[in-house]
Structure formats: structure tokens, C-alpha cells
């Protein structure tokens, strides 16, 4: 064999035993573990909705007016001055004098208890008290003040027979003629005021919706 065979014979042996080695001694690279590129993202639901409230207004939560309860003889006058010095909280329009509910009461003195039973053994009526310092104040039937034995009753404990003045008031939108309401406690707190002035014996409220009968 001549010697240029030798040498390529040689090297074929020695590249033969370079890969068998390289094969043997290689490191394995594990390549199973995987990588989580993307970014985490907050699935939870996000209500961006604002809230309505879709209920239907209650008509007893919105007052329109007011009827008022003076004693007798309190003038129009007396009345926008009295009013004047409470917080109204709206504008409003006065119609004064209206007598349209109870008009008539007598005012007996808490000593006369016994005068009171006199006249309601008299006369069949559902009166309805309020008790006002050391008096009471007793609502009469308009029926009542026909009977002659009424008045002569009330004549002989000296009893006089008073009216109410009623006043409407209606509050406004603005300065305009235009009717509104104020909400009910609110409402509720003014009555409150009201009530404590010597003046005023009962508040009623008339609401926004029909009927517009006042009550409390």
C-alpha cells in the first residue's frame, strides 16, 4: 500500500473515532420546559354601568303644599310675618282664609274638664283634641253651633265659640307661577317648626299627586 493511502486511510480512522467520542460525550439540553411569554390578564368582570333607579316616585314622598291651621283672628298680614321666620325652603304663593276643612273650635281651659264632658253628652261629634299649654282646643262639628243648647252651654261655663283661619301655601318653581314641591322630610321638618308657634295649632300637607287631599 502506498504511503498517500496510508495517510487517508489514518485519518478516515482518526475522524471516525472524533465523532464516536463527540457523540458519547455530549450534554442533553432539555428543551420540554416552557416559557410563558404573555402578560397575565384580570378576567374579572368590571361593571361600568352607572346605577338608574327606575322605581316610580312615591306621591307621598313629594309635597306640593301646605295647609296651615291659625287660631282665630290671626290676619293675612300676622301670617306672611309669621312664615317669614322659617325656612321655607322654596318659594311659595299664600291663599289665605280658605276655610275649607274644620272651621270651627272652642278653647277650654284644662280646669273645665268637666264643661267638656257636658257638651260632648250634648252633642254627638268626633272632635278631635289638641292640647295647647293649660288649654284644650276641641274641634266643633259646624252642625254643633245650631243647637241652642250648645251655645247655651258653652255661654253658661263661658266658653267662646272661635274659628280657624286656614291658610293654602303652594310651593313654586322659582318666582314664576310655576307649582313645585319640596321633598317630604323636609316637609315634615317645617310642620315640626310650625307646630311649636303659638300661633299655628296643625299643618297638613297636600302632595304632589292627586287626590290632593291634605293629610298628615
Not at 428543551?31 to 402578560?39: F, Q
Not at 292640647?131 to 250648645?150: C, D, L, M, Q, T
Not at 310642620?191 to 308657634?197: A, F, I, M, P, T
Amino acid at each position: 500500500m502506498s504511503k498517500i493511502k496510508k495517510e487517508i486511510v489514518s485519518f478516515i480512522v482518526l475522524l471516525s473515532l472524533l465523532v464516536l467520542w463527540a457523540l458519547f460525550t455530549q450534554f442533553p439540553v432539555n428543551t420540554s420546559t416552557p416559557v410563558n411569554m404573555s402578560t397575565p390578564v384580570n378576567t374579572t368582570q368590571v361593571n361600568t354601568s352607572t346605577p338608574v333607579n327606575t322605581s316610580t316616585p312615591d306621591p307621598e314622598s313629594q309635597v306640593a303644599g301646605m295647609a296651615i291651621q291659625f287660631k282665630n283672628g290671626t290676619s293675612e298680614s300676622e301670617i306672611k310675618a309669621i312664615l317669614q321666620n322659617y325656612n321655607m325652603t322654596r318659594n311659595y304663593r299664600i291663599t289665605y282664609d280658605t276655610n275649607s276643612m274644620d272651621k270651627y273650635y272652642i278653647m277650654v281651659d284644662k280646669d273645665k274638664i268637666t264643661a267638656v264632658k257636658e257638651i260632648e253628652n250634648m252633642v254627638t261629634w268626633n272632635a278631635s283634641t289638641i292640647i295647647r299649654g293649660n288649654y284644650y282646643i276641641i274641634k266643633v262639628p259646624e252642625k254643633a253651633i245650631y243647637y241652642k243648647s250648645f251655645l247655651e252651654t258653652l255661654d253658661k261655663h263661658d266658653i267662646q265659640l272661635k274659628k280657624f283661619v286656614w291658610c293654602d301655601i303652594r310651593f313654586l318653581y322659582s318666582d314664576g307661577p310655576l307649582t313645585y314641591w319640596i321633598p317630604k322630610e323636609e316637609a315634615i321638618r317645617i310642620k315640626s317648626e310650625l307646630e311649636q308657634n303659638e300661633n299655628i295649632f296643625t299643618v297638613q300637607f297636600y302632595y304632589l299627586y292627586p287626590p290632593c287631599n291634605p293629610t298628615t
